[in-house]
């Protein structure tokens, strides 16, 4: 909407002739055509314009043509767009916006050297335009002209000192050249000079860890959850690259802080808890959920790494009231536990019921223990 507003303001000369027309009687489409832009009514200026008389040779047909192809911009219609701004252009449209108009449509036809030769056309007045280099960038860089691409981010840094978006766009193209020393270096500056939301900072960190830098995301990530403190996300997503590194201790510390600026994460805390062993801190995470069906859940899995089969015969009555003794691993569990407090017809009269293929086997072998355990139980493996 901004290009579109300064183009009409370049506009004005030729506003200001067209209006001039209004000293007959004769209704000047064009001019109110442009009025009508200028206030942001598309359809109604495209109405105006469709009862141009284009044989009239009093018609300002550049005025008329660019106008056309501003609707048509703004339309989404980017083809027909360009043809009405060439026609302009061929008429003796002087003022260069309009190139950058033809740039921008071309890229959003993915026309990325056409863009490029429209910047070029726009002469000086893209010089004061960061946006419009961040552009040229991106053309050379989906031409595969990556040489031509870094060049133009490093000229345009200096240029625009205070402008960190470039480091921003550079950061991307390094990840995909899996230059990830520079990317972070890129990213390190980005986020102390730009100081970006919560949400940006993070995507710094989600491209590093997709790339497969680990180590460099946890540098930055690092970082990130120290700026927002305060921050689930960001801690979270520290434990999921500590995870990376099967650094569970650590990614339970993580992931217990989470839990504490958000009660979502419990779950996830007590799970962390339990696969770094420490029991007594899982079955403190695991009570405070407050899913109870959840919570029951977890808690047969904690009890299993946890020895504490007798724990999981007297929630039998707790698993059958929630419906969790449908699912087939929470039944095979449960007969476990019988099989482990040595009521091996309890544990059978759940084995009987299992259908999975791979949980059939696992209670064929367990069978054959229990076997053991009733004929010699000196001999019993438990």
């Not at 109604?44 to 141009?52: I, K, M, T, Y």
């Not at 916006?97 to 726009?122: C, G, H, P, R, V």
């Not at 690259?241 to 600026?261: G, P, T, W």
């Amino acid at each position: 909407m901004k290009t579109f507003l300064i183009l009409c303001l370049c506009l004005s000369m030729h506003l200001s002739a067209a209006e001039s027309k209004k000293n007959s009687d004769e209704i000047d489409h064009v001019a109110l055509a442009a009025l009508m832009l200028k206030d942001g009514h598309l359809l109604r200026a495209n109405e105006e314009l469709n009862q141009v008389d284009l044989e009239d040779e009093s018609i300002d047909k550049i005025l008329y043509f660019t106008l056309k192809g501003i609707v048509a911009t703004q339309q989404k219609k980017y083809a027909q767009a360009n043809k009405f701004f060439k026609d302009a252009i061929a008429l003796g449209q002087e003022d260069m916006s309009i190139y950058l108009y033809i740039a921008q449509n071309s890229f959003k036809l993915k026309a990325y050297q056409n863009t490029l030769n429209a910047i070029d056309k726009a002469g000086d007045i893209v010089n004061d335009k960061p946006s419009i280099f961040a552009l040229k960038a991106e053309c050379y860089w989906r031409l595969k002209n990556v040489n031509a691409a870094f060049e133009v981010l490093h000229n345009v840094t200096n240029r625009f000192v205070d402008n960190y978006n470039f480091y921003k766009q550079r950061f991307n193209y390094l990840i995909t050249l899996e230059l990830y020393q520079s990317a972070l270096d890129d990213a390190n500056i980005y986020l102390k000079h730009a100081k970006p939301n919560e949400k940006t900072s993070i995507s710094f960190v989600v491209a590093l860890r997709k790339s497969g830098a680990t180590d460099k995301a946890i540098l930055l990530a690092e970082q990130v959850n120290i700026r927002f403190i305060k921050s689930a996300q960001a801690t979270v997503l520290l434990a999921h690259l500590y995870l990376d590194k099967e650094m569970l201790q650590a990614a339970a510390n993580l992931f217990n802080e989470a839990s504490i600026e958000d009660s979502r994460y419990t779950k996830e805390a007590a799970e962390m808890m339990r696969r770094a062993h420490k029991l007594i801190q899982a079955l403190y995470k695991n009570a405070q959920i407050l899913d109870q069906k959840e919570k029951l859940k977890q808690r047969i899995a904690i009890y299993i790494e946890y020895g504490g089969y007798e724990r999981i015969v007297v929630s039998e009555r707790a698993l059958k009231r929630s419906g969790l003794i449908e699912d087939e691993n929470i039944r095979y569990a449960l007969a476990y536990a019988f099989y482990m407090t040595a009521e091996y017809d309890k544990s059978e009269a759940q084995l009987k019921q299992l259908t999975r293929p791979d949980l059939f086997k696992m209670a064929t072998e367990l069978r054959k223990n229990m076997e053991k355990c009733r004929n010699n139980h000196w001999e019993c493996s438990l």
